[in-house]
């Protein structure tokens, strides 16, 4: 006997059929003799409905209002959960964030979990109830409703998993697992069998869509075997799990990409101490997120350029802070461009193997592809290259590195 | 300054625009230095939408499951009306049934209101924040939400009115008033300037759409003042006070009519004491609610027929009840017949002035339209006519009892 904390997300529970077959695959799991929590998210397009309405509502935006509305979604698919199982013979009861309650900080429409209380849920368990939980929502402070933030039914479905020490938390998605890289552009793609949490982390927020970061982080922290599978299709999926877990271990595991970012080029920048800080003191404040930094080499002693990349949605709001700052920086010019994509190579075997970086190197200027910011860590190559050569790039990169499927297959 | 309930039904919340609409009916009140609480159902078509997923996911319906999926309706609306009113600059907040809490039984499904915790609200009209209240939703002994069966949210708003000792309780709603009968079968209808009570309840009771019974019963018993107008259009509506605040005394309000009723006949049924405490027990215990009832005066001093109207919606399961008893009770025959329409006449006048019901069988008689039962209460007279007559009867007994617009004005 187990304990598993399976999660669904809004495709899966799209309509009233793909909801009777989640209650199918949660009585495998109880037939087997486990102990299940299910969590769910809203069905698709639900909650881009509910934004909608907010955003044309009202500009302002008070963001306990807007979780309010938003967690309404995940409300209605626990209750037609636990009737689907409760229809097929299985003793269900639904949980919303503030039943449980799922303790969060204040923090509206992006709230952090503070604490979950299980008791209940356990005791329940040991009666044979399967607990059908609404994901991305808790209470905060206030007593009011908070929401984790958008794909926040991932970290859920973690965190639930870590407080009710868990063996397994499987993560359903309308894909079968993750990808060395996005198939939609890599025909070869092949299916990764396990992966640690490190490059699962990597490979999360350098764009691969299939987990949302802050929930790889929260499994590595608390240990939480994670497995990511297919809502559809009846196949293993990919396991997540620590590093020694792993006993044949890729140099590269995967190449991930990015279109979200946007390059920002300080020209003319006084090269004296304290530039840099004033620059990125004052976008933090604002709550942008600076990702790739690179400055070259001073030309003249006196000035510098300063390259930097944020996110797209970002962009505006930087411009308009860099703006202020231009009297006092003396920078010469901005200049903005969004039109680049953030490629990475990522590996925990670049640990103990170099010359990764030189292979991506040489890969792509051998298709003629410029390279024009780079950054690196223990386990990630990324650079920052043309929009348009982003499928070309990765198609090169994920031949070079041994990943296409016939290439040991 | 006065303390007013809003309360806004669903085709009034419709959509984005009219929610903006709502916010400005609310604006108008807090202008005038009022404490307003408002209180929404769900947007129109979406409860409807909510139970069809929940029929069609399970036919077993854990009231429990069913009452968590159709509260998320007014969840939305509430968050969304708040957004609104913060949008044009008024200190809004929305309160869901579990916040406030409107504590209920644990009926799920059809909860009756216990208690409403009002302390928090108030102290908050005093900062002058404006409280905007789920309708139809509380939370029961059980720490679950309960819903208080279709059309709830006006018994919410009374209810609130009541606890919060309020000035007026608004509802606003489709039509622009109570009418002195169905405006869409009688043209001549005339909107009712003020109505008791007692009057209310019948016309509700007997099939008047605007009000749900029991709210005008709470209303009734906490002596709330309650107003009926339109969302759309800007003028006077309907007041429902007390019987010594109308000055002139009407003998006959209005015509109400049922197209929900059926009738049953039991021929041949043995004529002693104890049968009709079988058969009404029997229905009783199955939660078939009887209506009107008339037993024919014995031919042969052995057996009578007895008649009487159940709600068209528990036909068959009378029938079915019925059927079971029959060796019991030796009747000969059961004759179901659902083409049959109550019509009734209601006023409090009819206390003081005798002859009502006369008018009533001779109107009809004039115009060859048979009675099949009658019932009467100390302010209504009941007919039970064929369906195919309900718009001839109401039409001329709106005519008898001199009501219609053009007799006086």
Known sequence: MARIVMKFGGTSVGDVDRIKNVAQRVKREVD??????????????????????????SRLHDAREYDVVVASGEQVTVGLLALALQDIGINARSWLGWQIPFRTDGIHGKARIDRIETQEMERRFAQGQVAVVAGFQGIGPDARITTLGRGGSDTSAVALAAALKADRCDIYTDVDGVYTTDPRIVSKARKIERITYEEMLELASQGAKVLQT????????????????????????????????????????GIAYSPDEAKITLVGVPDRPGVAGAIFGSLADAAVNVDMIVQNV????QTTDLTFTVGKADLDRASHVLDKLRNDLAY??????????????????????????????????????????????????????????????????????????????
């Open 214 to 253: 802050r929930s790889v982080a929260m499994a590595m922290q608390h240990g939480v075997r994670v497995q990511v599978l297919s809502s559809f299709v009846d196949v293993p999926g990919t396991l997540v799990v620590d590093e020694d877990e792993i006993v044949e271990q890729q140099v590269v595991t």
């Open 32 to 57: 087997a003799g486990n102990e299940v929590a299910v969590v769910v998210s809203a069905m698709s397009g639900t909650t881009n409905q509910l934004v909608g309405w907010t955003s044309a509502i």
């Open 298 to 301: 001073s030309q003249d002693g």
């Open 332 to 409: 010469a010019e901005l200049v903005a461009d969004s039109n680049v994509c953030k490629v990475s190579v990522v590996g925990v075997g670049m640990r103990s193997q170099p010359g990764i970086a030189k292979t991506m190197f040489q890969t792509l200027a051998e298709k003629s592809i410029n390279i024009q910011v780079i950054s690196t860590s223990e386990i990630k190559v990324s650079v920052l290259i043309g929009a348009d050569y982003t499928e070309l790039a990765v198609r090169a990169l994920h031949t070079a590195f041994g990943l296409d499927a016939d290439a040991d297959s």
